[in-house]
């Protein structure tokens, strides 16, 4: 059984660039969750994701957006980087409202 | 609002002794709680939870207990071991259940 997977693994952008990210859910599960990790902070909330709508959002800019396919996966898109956007971003899928399952993240380093 | 605040690490200690990481909490409403540990190059892994208060979450010899007087999910283990090296994350999630709210983490060293 296929856990969560993020691709890509590891990138790197310029400023001013757009990034998209991708997540695969666990089997059975319907909802997706994108987190921000910051180096040395816990994870935060960016938006989730439910019947391909977003159900609900964390205190992020426009320029973070995102979409759930048919098939439950999903992508962030992150436009005109910042250096700030340099983290670790964390895909969580659950069914409904249920416990979280990671997978290991995309980390974005952003010059 | 939600939030969550962990003790300070970095906590090192040897192999078989005592672990305690704090957590304390602030929430609107009922709220569930978490811990979650990242090992290093790893996503978050559930540790253990407990949904309700006075609730014992358990796991790997870790526990945590619900006290909503102190409003606090204190992580314990009685004998670490080096496998258990790792950033711990205390979390809640509220009755919704749409947001988790993370603590900054606590990073453990068990030196043999």
């Known amino acids: 059984d296929a856990g969560v997977t993020q691709s890509p693994t590891h990138l790197i952008k310029t400023r001013g660039q757009q990034v998209t990210l991708r997540c695969s859910p666990k089997?059975?599960?319907?909802?997706v969750s994108w987190y921000q990790q910051a180096l040395g902070q816990g994870p935060q909330f960016i938006f989730q994701y439910y019947e391909e709508e977003e159900r609900q959002r964390g205190n992020f800019p426009d320029r973070f957006s995102g979409h759930q396919f048919p098939n439950y996966s999903s992508e962030l898109n992150v436009n005109a980087l910042l250096l700030g956007d340099s983290a670790l971003y964390l895909c969580?899928?659950?069914?409904?409202?249920?416990?979280?399952?990671f997978g290991e993240g995309s980390r974005l380093t952003v010059l | 609002g939600n939030s969550v605040t962990q003790m300070e690490g970095p906590v090192t200690l040897s192999e078989e002794a005592f672990l305690t990481i704090n957590c304390t909490y602030t929430?609107?409403?009922?709220?569930?709680l978490f811990w979650y540990v990242q090992y290093p190059g790893e996503g978050l892994q559930l540790l253990l939870k407990a949904t309700k208060a006075d609730d014992k979450g358990s796991n790997k010899g870790f526990e945590a207990t619900y006290r909503k007087e102190t409003t606090s999910f204190h992580l314990e283990k009685g004998s670490v071991q080096v496998s258990d090296s790792a950033v711990y994350f205390c979390?809640?999630?509220?009755?919704?259940?749409?947001?988790?709210?993370f603590g900054t983490g606590t990073s453990l060293t068990v030196i043999p």
């Open positions: 929430a609107t409403g009922y709220p569930s």
């Open positions: 089997s059975g599960h319907d909802t």
């Open positions: 969580a899928s659950s069914l409904g409202i249920g416990e979280l399952f």
């Open positions: 979390a809640l999630t509220t009755n919704t259940g749409n947001q988790f709210y």
